[in-house]
DNA sequence: GACGAAGTAGAGTGTTCGCTCTACCTGCGC
DNA sequence: GCGCAGGTAGAGCGAACACTCTACTTCGTC
């Protein structure tokens, strides 16, 4: 990936963060992204395309936040994942979700549930390795499914909810 | 609410259920209705309001459908509480949480995140207070939207991780 | 059987959308 | 200094959109 398209899908990743999926025209992505429309559809020929783009882009974003840039990928604690996941909501993710949104607003596009199955995916089964015990990695995509979205309504008291119920999930099956 | 307005509800929500908040046009949402535009728009002058129509109808379904629909409001195990919920996302919710979609298709609405924090706070209250025991309904809630979110991902499987939290959670709390 | 309330069908309106196209500018290798 | 790859600006197009309007029908009441 060039320099150019990471400009781009980062203008495109920050305008559906903001305003969803529905409501940025393709005047409105050009304009977050920086570039002129016939640059824009040269990198994402359709606006499907932009979606996907900026929906790839966060997930490597959402890796390195919650995990680390590095290929350090054990060790980490669930209980300081959560926090991480935490941050990242408090920090990038304040309308919730973007897999979900990019889903929600085209429930029939099998290419975006494809992304979010992946997504979701990779993020349970690495949290459930990192931690090291033998947690199963479907408890972990429950706990942390459950603090994302319950962030957005109770914020800290969610956040103390998922680690409580990390350690006793832990505590059982260690 | 009339007959007329029911009926309307209902097929408001089952559209937006189908194809999300931003696909159906007011004409799609017309025949899914059943009536003529005129009448759609006596009931619900604006598209916004026939989005908050159809997820006031889908509140009150979704409390009888979970916690039946008698006043019976206690005496219900966390455990069938989540079986309900469960069956609610395969007959009713294949794709997903409909009031994670409508705010996900308009972040800066607020009366619809109204709506979100309304519905989510009473079902998580009235589940905890079901169950009989002292559990949080923080915890309660984490519980019920990590198997909502999951559960399009892993269905069964994410049903048996958020049973076996909820038990952990109660036998601490007990 | 006249009347008003409440429904229907469906054409019309102005706007906005995704996308394309034409025309121009700029930096770099040979 | 010429050509070209790759960028910019912005007008233009046809379709789709939310919403309104006119004209007609149905039905229960007195």
């Known amino acids: 990936m060039n320099e150019m398209a990471t400009k ?8 559906f963060a903001m305003q969803g999926f529905a409501a940025p025209s393709v005047e409105d992505l050009r304009d977050a992204a920086g570039v002129s429309l016939r640059t824009l559809y040269k990198y994402a020929p359709s606006r499907d395309l932009m979606i996907r783009m900026a929906l790839e882009h966060r997930h490597q974003r959402y890796l390195g936040h919650v995990f680390g840039d590095q290929n350090r990928s054990s060790g980490q604690s669930l209980d300081e994942t959560l926090d991480r996941v935490a941050n990242w909501m408090q920090t990038e993710a ?15 596009d099998q290419k975006l549930r494809q992304l979010l199955e992946a997504h979701k995916s990779e993020v349970s089964q690495r949290a459930a390795v990192s931690a090291g015990c033998d947690i199963s990695p479907n408890d972990v995509m429950v706990i942390i499914e459950g603090l994302t979205q319950a ?22 099956s260690a």
């Open 8 to 15: 781009i899908a980062d203008g495109l990743e920050r305008a």
């Open 94 to 108: 304040s309308h919730g979700c973007l897999f979900h949104a990019a889903v929600a607003s085209a429930p029939d």
């Open 151 to 172: 962030w957005s309504l109770s914020q800290d008291a969610a956040l103390t909810s998922a680690k409580r119920l990390a350690r006793l999930a832990e505590a059982q």
